[in-house]
């Protein structure tokens, strides 16, 4: 059975520009969750989509965005970058509830010059 | 004071020792994870907790609700357990809500 995959795996943009990653589940797998982790900050939870919907968000401004498709991949967005948002994107999937056991990708690794 | 606490920050064992790590909360919980990340990023799920204890190979989490505190046991370790291990917990207000500790770096020495 294949990991979770995400893509691309290293990044370099400049600020003000605008990233999307992606991230494929495990297959059947219907929860995404996204996470950032920075040297200052650790790892910190973005949002979780499951089912297409946004089931949960943590605590990032607007220019954070994400979605899900109905073969539950997901993708997030960042708009207008700024330096700080240079970090290790890290997605994770379950298969439906917070006591499935969640599995990680190798997550992308953005730098913002 | 953040909300999920870790000890020891650092920790340097010989091969073979017994080690704790320690992570405590101040939340309510639904569920507490133990995770461990490797040099190069990738992040290994190595329990899951509500209550009691789970062991797995080497691998011993207990958790005590009342007291708001968990620990990670390894037994004999070895230089492959080298890595950062992450205490997370999961916020029994808000599903899915995800709030990780700073982690400890651990590093056996053969």
Redo the contacts between chains.
């Keep these: 059975k294949a990991g979770v995959t995400q893509t691309p795996r290293y990044l370099i943009k400049t600020r003000g520009q605008q990233v999307t990653l992606s991230c494929s589940p495990i297959s059947g797998h219907r929860?995404v969750?996204w996470?950032q982790?920075t040297p200052g900050q650790?790892?910190?939870?973005l949002f979780?989509y499951f089912s297409e919907t946004q089931?949960?968000?943590?605590n990032f401004p607007g220019r954070f965005s994400g979605r899900q498709f109905s073969n539950s991949r997901s993708e997030m967005n960042v708009s207008t970058l700024e330096l700080g948002d240079s970090a290790?994107y890290?997605c994770?999937s379950r298969r439906v509830a917070?006591?499935d056991?969640?599995?990680?990708g190798?997550?992308t690794?953005l730098t913002v010059l | 004071k953040n909300e999920v606490e870790q000890s020891p920050q650092n920790l340097t064992a010989q091969e073979g020792e017994f080690i704790t790590i320690n992570c405590s909360y101040s939340v309510g919980i639904s569920a507490l994870h133990w995770l461990q990340q490797h040099p190069g990023g990738g992040i290994v799920s190595l329990f899951m907790l509500s209550s009691g204890k789970k062991k797995h190979g080497r691998l011993i989490a207990t958790i005590n609700i009342q007291e708001k505190h968990s620990s990670l046991h390894i037994t004999a370790s070895h230089p492959r357990d080298s890595a950062v291990y992450i205490c997370a917990v999961g916020l029994k207000t808000s599903y899915d809500k995800v709030i990780f500790g700073p982690g400890t770096s651990l590093s056996v020495i053969p």
């Design positions: 929860s969750s996470y982790q650790g790892l910190q939870f979780e089931r949960n968000k943590g290790l890290l994770a917070s006591t056991t969640q599995y990680f190798p997550g690794r």
